[in-house]
């Protein structure tokens, strides 16, 4: 088995941000390791998660050498220019379709408390763009990686990656267009510490109502900050290629409703572009 990386020390400024929030990072409060380059920080959670670490277990890196993004993108996670951070969840169900159950709704959960963890901390009118998609307008400010395990422990464990683009930096040209930053939008240097623990002070509320089963009230959050979802124009693939139509709503399952003449197609995975 290969080793795990050492972690570093916390960076003073976690620290500080961490301390303050204290029992407002709930089940995240006692969890956190930071590193200096991994390769991914889901990667690496999910290392731990498999060797039983705790649920509400951190994994904070300044950098990765192989970030990832959904369907097998590469997110670009230079120093200095992002928050990149995992967590682990033992979310608990009988059924065996509940790991999938709950990762899609931990999606969605954790999409609401980005939102409102960048909201907080920075004052910027974010937006999601479904399923998982952090934006100023139209470009991509963060995203989310949801991956489970099923090794390793009695109760599966779900990886909750999120990213965030924080600092100015040189995007490749194929990101130019359509990737944004913090420091971009605000216009000023900003200090990642109070993004990430008003994110996972977010994330432990949110997480908290999933499991009490109160996820309507996680879609009505989730409808908010998205203004725009309705009759937005929308194309999709599908078996039969690429489909134009707009968005309905999200259902009850945070699937996105949508619509192309008289009919209504549910889609549960895959990639939604405006037009
Ligand atoms: C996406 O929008 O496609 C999801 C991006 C998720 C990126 C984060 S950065 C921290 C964690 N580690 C990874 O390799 N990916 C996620």
Redesign the pocket.
Same mark, same amino acid.
């Given at each position: 088995m290969r080793t795990l990386p050492p972690p570093s020390n916390i960076p003073p400024e976690i620290q500080e941000a961490w301390d303050r929030a204290g029992a407002r990072l709930g089940l995240f409060a006692r969890g956190l390791r930071c590193f200096s380059t991994v390769s991914?920080?889901?990667d690496l959670a999910m290392r731990f998660a498999d060797l039983g670490a705790d649920e509400g277990t951190v994994v904070l890196a300044d950098a990765?050498t192989a /970030?990832? *993004?959904?369907r097998g993108?590469e997110?670009f996670?230079p120093i200095g220019s992002g928050i990149?951070?995992?967590v682990v969840l033992r979310p608990s169900g009988e059924s065996k379709q509940f790991p999938h159950w709950i990762a899609s709704r931990l999606t969605v959960a954790a999409g609401v408390a980005l939102a409102e963890g960048v909201r907080a901390s920075t004052g910027l009118p974010v937006e999601l763009k479904w399923p998982?998609?952090l934006v100023v307008g139209r470009r991509k400010l963060g995203?989310?990686?949801t991956e489970l395990s099923t090794t390793g422990a009695d109760r599966p464990a779900v990886v909750v /990656?999120? *990213?965030v683009n924080s600092g100015l930096t040189v995007y490749t040209s194929t990101l130019v267009p359509v990737a944004t930053s913090l420091e971009a939008e605000l216009g000023r240097p900003i200090d990642r510490a109070p993004v990430l623990v008003e994110t996972l002070a977010a994330l432990a509320v949110r997480y908290e109502e999933l499991r009490s089963t109160r996820f309507d009230a996680i879609l009505t959050a989730w409808r908010a900050f998205a203004p725009s979802l309705r009759g937005a124009a929308i194309e999709w693939e599908s078996p039969e290629g690429v489909v134009r139509g707009h968005a309905i709503d999200l259902d009850t399952d945070g699937a996105l409703l949508a619509q192309a003449g008289d009919v209504v197609t549910r889609l549960v995975a895959g990639e939604v572009r405006w037009r």
């Open positions: 991914s920080t889901n990765q /970030g990832r *993004g959904r993108r997110w996670s990149y951070v995992s998982n998609d995203g989310i990686l /990656g999120i *990213g």
